[in-house]
């Protein structure tokens, strides 16, 4: 590529204003100046050049591991498989599963390791969560599919004396916690009995209407029925659908309204929502109630802080998508389409409210990860919003057509980018979470199990 091409000599078409008249369509109006380009990015492109220096984007491009994910939301809900959560890869998004009920894996067998692909969202008390926001030890359950063509050797293969226990689903779709996954499907329990003495706790699931505020907010934004509901007004698919009796015990964390209380204030007859964990039993699907949320406020409470935890996560690292097309200009510049991964309505509500100003869109990696992310991108202007019918799992349902004067070399159809709106600040993120270097990069393409 050349110097000319790399800092934009040609400012290409001018971008167009777009007046909207509703959040379904778009108007378009008379040609404004176009954007400036950015000096000082200009010139140390050439100084990089000058120095022999491989820049960040550029190397990115080389690989394009990205564009070896198979571009769409899949149309099948997976692999059933449920555990506790025994290693994460916060940064790469990748962790580790111990498999519930399965003696003989349990006794002897690994984990079982897995990644996220990029559109797979996490749940966490009720609201979307990074792989991060969940406590070792949680039960979860997910929803795995093959690795996509290409993706074979992110996840490495188990040793000769474990191959036994392979399981070729190791993508995962979706990963939730018990609250959200119950909570999502409209099922609860009803407390039948506690006993204290044996730390004992029986109950019985209840078809119930979704809990907590999230659920309502996002029903537009995700698919009616998630993977292994039961049909409306039954009782779940997958995951616990009968009496069962649980461990609990005086590490159990209770919750009533907004505070922590005592396990003994928890009555036969009460509604409650849980996440489980690891028992002695395990192996024979037995569990211990980590957490238990005993009325509504609880609830709400729980699922409000985490969702405000993640709105700020992607106000600080940017919402991710995928490019779903480019239109090259002749002399630089074009329009990129992309669509967003699923998100909570807040980041759109902010994407939308600044629909006028510059939007921001960095190069990331199928980890998310990005470079300098708020140094290594490119300011658009928004020439068209798009909501998308029924959107599948993974996606937002929103899709953005984007005017650029000059592309990043990431720029490349199914690439994964990270997006900002314009009223979010610039932060630096730690150094560990980003890309910095083509070493990094291809450490960053498989995993290392631990053990």
């Known amino acids: 590529m050349s110097s000319a091409d790399m800092v934009g000599a040609s400012l290409g078409n001018p971008p167009t204003k777009t007046v909207f008249d509703n959040r379904r369509g778009t108007i378009m109006t008379h040609d404004q100046p176009a954007l400036a380009i950015d000096r000082r990015a200009a010139l140390s492109v050439l100084t990089s050049m000058a120095a022999g220096i491989m820049l960040p984007e550029a190397s990115w491009a080389a690989d394009a591991d990205t564009a070896s994910l198979s571009h769409h939301f899949p149309t099948q809900s997976g692999k059933y498989i449920s555990g506790e959560l025994v290693y994460i890869d916060a940064i790469n998004r990748r962790g580790g599963i111990r498999l519930a009920g399965d003696q003989g894996r349990y006794s002897t067998g690994p984990p079982h390791w897995f990644a996220l692909l990029p559109y797979a969202p996490v749940w966490h008390?009720?609201?979307r969560a990074e792989l991060r926001d969940l406590p070792l030890g949680t039960h979860v359950h997910g929803y795995f599919?093959?690795?996509?063509?290409?993706?074979?050797?992110?996840?490495?293969?188990?040793?000769?004396?474990?191959k036994q226990f392979a399981i070729a689903e190791n993508h995962a779709l979706l990963l939730e916690d018990d609250f959200s996954f119950y909570q999502r499907r409209g099922q609860a329990w009803k407390v039948a009995s506690l006993d204290l003495v044996q730390e004992k706790i029986h109950l019985e699931p209840i078809v119930s209407k979704p809990l907590g505020k999230s659920a309502a907010s996002e029903a537009e934004n995700r698919p009616a029925l998630p993977p292994g509901s039961g049909e409306p007004g039954h009782l779940v698919e997958d995951g616990l659908n009968q009496s069962y009796t649980f461990d609990i015990d005086p590490r159990t964390e209770v919750w009533s309204g907004r505070q922590l209380v005592d396990v003994s204030t928890v009555q036969p007859g009460m509604t409650?929502?849980?996440?489980?964990?690891?028992?002695?039993?395990?192996?024979?699907?037995?569990?211990?109630?980590?957490?238990?949320?005993?009325?509504?406020?609880?609830?709400?409470?729980?699922t409000e802080r985490q969702r405000q935890r993640h709105v700020q996560y992607e106000r600080e690292r940017w919402t991710a998508g995928w490019i779903d097309h480019i239109e090259h200009y002749d002399y630089g510049g074009g329009i990129v389409t992309l669509t967003l991964f699923g998100v909570d309505q807040e980041i759109l509500d902010d994407l939308w409210h600044d629909r006028e100003e510059r939007i921001a869109v960095a190069v990331s990696h199928k980890t998310r990860r990005t470079w300098f992310h708020r140094a290594d991108r490119k300011f658009a202007k928004l020439v068209e919003w798009k909501n998308l019918d029924s959107p599948p799992l993974g996606s937002s349902g929103v899709q953005l057509k984007l005017k650029f004067v000059e592309l990043l070399a990431g720029y490349v159809p199914s690439a994964i980018v990270r997006v900002k709106a314009e009223r979010w600040k610039f932060v630096t993120m730690p150094p560990e979470e980003r890309l910095t270097s083509a070493d990094d990069l291809q450490r960053s393409n498989r995993m290392v199990p631990p053990w």
């Open 125 to 127: 008390n009720g609201a």
């Open 145 to 162: 599919l093959p690795p996509p063509p290409g993706e074979e050797a992110t996840i490495p293969p188990l040793p000769d004396d474990k």
């Open 272 to 302: 409650v929502i849980f996440n489980l964990g690891w028992s002695q039993g395990w192996g024979q699907d037995e569990f211990r109630v980590r957490s238990l949320w005993i009325d509504d406020e609880s609830r709400d409470f729980a």
